[in-house]
């Protein structure tokens, strides 16, 4: 599975220099470009070459670690792109905690106390949750809690006079592993307001999820036993519903992780976050086709991973599945 | 007379919903005493589940209720027992199988997990113990290899095994009384004999009280002492598993006996009562059995015939018992004036 998947992505981020009408150098050099550069350009990246032998070249790359060259830092992708992934990891990371803990939860007191008045709000909530404009909350929290209550800061990764030494580019783990607990409370405390931004729609989903997977299993056949066995509400809800429950969710959950991996640009935008989705924003202005491609594979890579955690998690969970 | 573990009395159970309240139970009332097998039949539809769960207080609600009545066990009225209380109960001193065995066990939890959490329910006792005795019970069932079977799956065990598992599972705390809800009825027949055989062994060894729930009175003849005939959200007939077999009261229970298939005669069509059980409504008039009734006449249909006292502990609700006559009319003299 993993394999085909990502090859095909290859074919894909490889179609995008080559789909471009016109001829790729031209593109990137721009209207003005004399011929002479062109033809640097095109023998620098292979472009006179077939495209069988230029797929094999950049496959081969692709398997050194070899994302190519930025043509506007002239830096090894390879080596300028990791920070921003883990910028981007670590975002959605917290992002999905949010939604899961409190989309699961939501979802399963909901369904526990159907048409009670905490059902009502909560998917009142959610209902409005999914609808909400990402950069019209990231603003509303922005001023509320930074401007005017003054709690949480607004923008970035972390206080800038006061910088982290990084080791992985997770800000969290490299205070945590630097024994710096203050500096892991800063970077956390600038979490809180993008996580909970880019983590509202997906905790919407979740929680609707949540509510209408528990509802189905509440009615069936199992839970019925459990009851007849003289079970309390607690084991009923959380052991055996729960686990059923959660099957269908655990999709949703995989997806909507992927979604916020590829989709966070508004929200990295407006919180000044330095992911992956600016990364690859800012290339497009300038044309750094190589970046873009990177950008747009290191997303599907991590897209099929978690596919295949999401895989994983399912036989686990359940003892039917096995591949 | 032996004492009565379950006594129900005058039970409404009925049903809240868009299409109007539906008096599923209608005022149901059947008993059972220690060790002893009675059987409640019907076809499907004649609320014998409503009236099982409602004994658990496992009816859901919203839209269901108990509307009256009273369901006595060991003294107590379950009917007025909080939930907490009935927890107790439950699993513990009245357990319940059902009908699916393929279903009314949790598929992610292994048969070991789902025994041991019955037993620790209701007893203090430690997992490694716990272990030992759900080993035990599933040994009692006649279940192979115990021991590994212990650490399977649902999914991984046929049919009659799973329903073993259940009954195990309701053995586990020695109830006072087993409520099984057509327990073989998605059996095979030979699984079927089987799963009988050791649920009237249990009754046996154990003393334990059995209200067997069926639509087949082939396994009424098969291991019941008394039955109670239901139609339509009512009861309209009881009596022993002997009386109800050879002398028939109710015209319903003349037919469910004619549909039984017969040894004898092979080859035979089987007949079957023509129409279906009609959806229990709060005003109906007349006998809920008249329009598929080939005994009925013009009273029938205006007037609802109460449970006639035939006998000891022999009941008929048709207007062709008022007169407490042992034998109904023959079928020409049929039109009886009332
Ligand atoms: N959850 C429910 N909601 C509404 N009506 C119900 C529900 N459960 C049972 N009923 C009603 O009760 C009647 C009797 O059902 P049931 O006791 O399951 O019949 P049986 O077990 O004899 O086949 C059904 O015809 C149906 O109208
Ligand atoms: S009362 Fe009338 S309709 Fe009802 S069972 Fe008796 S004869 Fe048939
Ligand atoms: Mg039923």
Known sequence: MLIPVLFGMTLITFSIVHLIPGNPAQVILGETATQEAINNLEENMGLNKPYFVQYGIYI?????????????????????????????????FFAMIFAVFVGTNAGIISAWKQNSLFDYVAMLIALVGVSMPIFWL?????????????????????????PIEPITYFYVLDALLQLDFSRAITVLKHLILPSIALGTIPMAIIARMTRSSMLEVMKSDYIRTVEAKGAGQFIIVYKH?????VIPVLTVIGLQTGVLLGGAILTETIFGWPGIGRYVFDAISFRDYPVIQSGILVVAFFFVII????????????????? | MSKRVLDINELHTHFFTDKGEIPAVDGVSLNVSEGEIVGVVGESGSGKSVTSLSV???????????????????????????????????????????????????????????????????????KGEARQKAVELLEQVGIPRANDIVDEYPHQLSGGMRQRVMIAMAMSCRP???????????????????????????????????????????????ICDRVVVMYAGQVVEEGTTREILKDPQQPYTKGLIRSLPDMKAKNQKLYSIPGTVPKPKVDMVGCRFAPRCEYAFDRCFAESPPLYHI????TSRCFLNERDQREVASHDETVIKG
């Open chain 2, 56 to 126: 658990m207080q496992l009816i859901p609600n919203p839209p269901g209720k108990i509307v009256s009545g009273e369901i006595m066990f060991k003294g107590r009225d379950l009917v007025q027992t909080s939930l907490k209380q009935m927890k107790k109960i439950r699993g513990n001193e009245i357990a319940m199988i059902f009908q699916e065995p393929m279903t009314s066990l949790n598929p992610l939890f292994t048969i070991g997990n789902q025994l041991i959490e019955a037993i620790r329910i209701h007893n203090k006792m430690g």
């Open chain 2, 176 to 222: 006072d009384l087993l409520i099984a809800d057509e327990p073989t009825t998605a059996l095979d027949v030979t699984i079927q004999a089987q799963i009988l055989d050791l649920m009237r062994q249990l009754n046996r060894d154990l003393n334990m009280a059995i209200l067997l729930i069926t639509h087949d009175l082939g396994v009424i003849a098969e």
């Open chain 1, 307 to 323: 596919n295949l955690i999401v895989d994983l998690l399912y036989t686990y969970i359940d003892p039917r599945i096995k591949y």
């Open chain 2, 311 to 314: 006998g000891d502990n022999r």
């Open chain 1, 241 to 245: 519903a729960l686990k059923n429950a």
């Open chain 1, 138 to 162: 990231g603003l509303m929290e922005q001023w509320v809690f930074s401007q005017e209550l003054g709690w949480l800061p607004a923008t970035g990764r972390e206080n800038s006079r006061d």
């Open chain 1, 60 to 92: 081969q790359d692709l398997l050194q670690g070899d994302l190519g060259t930025s043509l506007r830092s002239k830096t090894d992708i390879a080596q300028e792109i990791w920070p921003y992934i883990a910028a981007t990891l670590e975002l959605t």
